[in-house]
């Protein structure tokens, strides 16, 4: 897949994130190119699609952390 966009003049002061999935990716600047690969070695019924990191597991974690 090839598309092209046009930020002129993009400023980005806060950013808040309020979930993150399992597999995700947030870029903020430039870049010329990303490349994205996996690889599992789990048996395919072993995953769990679609699961999202909650709000409440994020502040878990958070907190552990302090």
């Known amino acids: 897949m090839n ?3 046009h930020n002129w003049g993009l ?3 806060y950013i808040d994130v309020l979930g ?10 430039d870049t ?3 490349k994205l690969s996996s690889q599992f070695d789990t048996p395919p019924e072993s995953y769990i699609v679609g699961a ?12 552990k952390q302090t």
Do not use: K, M, P, Y
Not at 52 to 63: G, K, N, V
């Open 3 to 5: 598309f092209t966009v």
């Open 11 to 13: 400023n980005v002061n």
């Open 20 to 29: 993150v999935s399992t597999s995700s990716i947030l870029l903020v600047g």
């Open 32 to 34: 010329n190119c990303v």
């Open 52 to 63: 999202a990191i909650s709000d409440e597991t994020l502040q878990d974690r958070s907190e």
